[in-house]
């Protein structure tokens, strides 16, 4: 794999708020002409149950070499410019972001791409997990659940 990262592609995890004004800043440039974000940030519920909040850990240094053959990856498949992908560690009330990325691109196609398989392949691959917290005791998340098939009617007996 070739080193397609630039100097100015972000890859962080973060204790403190995400800064999603001063991220977007760093990816913009004039040879773009699309910036497209995803904000994943914590619910109040999960699975139909009141959430009260999350707590993240990792294991830091595999995450970021996650983090950052993801932006290879992304450098290697679409033709955009700048990557920032920023994840939060520890507790996070309801509200606060816990993943962003912001991903520039000369067009929008190519940025739109980029950015949902950021995020398809960081709840993938890297190593983060979540801890959700309810008034009745508290789960480690697997990630997204699939939807839940409709039920076939029933017929009358």
């Known amino acids: 794999m070739l080193d397609t990262l630039t100097e100015n592609d972000r890859f962080a995890l973060v204790q403190k708020p995400i800064d999603i004004p001063a991220l977007v800043g760093e990816v913009r440039a004039d040879q773009d002409g699309a910036i497209v974000t995803f904000d994943g940030f914590v619910r109040n519920q999960s699975h139909g149950r009141p959430t009260?909040?999350?707590?993240?850990?990792?294991?830091?240094?595999?995450?970021?070499?996650?983090?950052?053959?993801?932006?290879?990856?992304?450098?290697?498949?679409?033709?955009?410019?700048?990557?920032?992908?920023?994840?939060?560690?520890?507790?996070?009330?309801?509200g606060e972001t816990s993943v962003f990325i912001a991903i520039s691109a000369p067009h929008r196609a190519a940025a739109f791409d980029a950015c949902r398989f950021a995020i398809d392949t960081l709840k993938r691959t890297v190593p983060i997990w979540k801890k959700e917290y309810f008034e009745d005791g508290a789960i480690w998340a697997d990630g997204e659940l699939p939807p839940t098939p409709p039920s076939a009617p029933k017929s009358a007996s």
């Open 52 to 94: 009260l909040y999350l707590d993240y850990e990792a294991y830091e240094p595999m995450a970021l070499a996650k983090m950052k053959e993801i932006g290879q990856l992304l450098h290697e498949k679409y033709a955009i410019h700048r990557v920032s992908m920023v994840h939060r560690l520890g507790r996070l009330q309801i």
